[in-house]
Nanobody
Framework: QLQLVESGGGLVQSGGSLRLSCAAS????????VAWFRQAPGKEREGVSC????????NYADSVKGRFTISRDNAKNMVYLQMNSLKPEDTAVYYC??????????WGQGTQVTVSS
């Protein structure tokens, strides 16, 4: 069973940067697509960014394009989200998700990101 643990969240001022990490254990990430989601208080969980197994295709929500970058290191079983030019509206709990086309689907427990104005 694959397990995911996010880290790197915290409190940052508007315009600042954070790098989120997602560490996978129990299985290799090689065959999984990866994604970051977020959920702000009182709002539904939304997709932020995703990447294919070799990161040859990546996608971003319009709200984060040009500011966030998803990456992965399959050798280290890690997924990252570099977040630059952070805004107060980026405040949310950020979740890492990995899945395969055969219905394997795993989520991390989330890490809080708070951006002050």
């Amino acid at each position: 069973q694959l397990q995911l643990v996010e880290s790197g969240g915290g409190l940052v001022q508007s315009g600042g940067s954070l790098r989120l990490s997602c560490a996978a254990s129990g299985s290799s990430l090689d065959r999984y697509a990866v994604a970051w989601f977020r959920q702000a208080p009182g709002k539904e969980r939304e997709g932020v960014s995703c990447a294919t197994t070799r990161s040859d295709v990546t996608n971003y929500a319009d709200s984060v394009k040009g500011r966030f970058t998803i990456s992965r290191d399959n050798a280290k079983n890690m997924v990252y989200l570099q977040m630059n030019s952070l805004k107060p509206e980026d405040t949310a709990v950020y979740y890492c998700r990995v899945w395969t086309l055969t219905a394997d689907d795993y989520w991390g427990q989330g890490t809080q990101v708070t951006v002050s104005s």
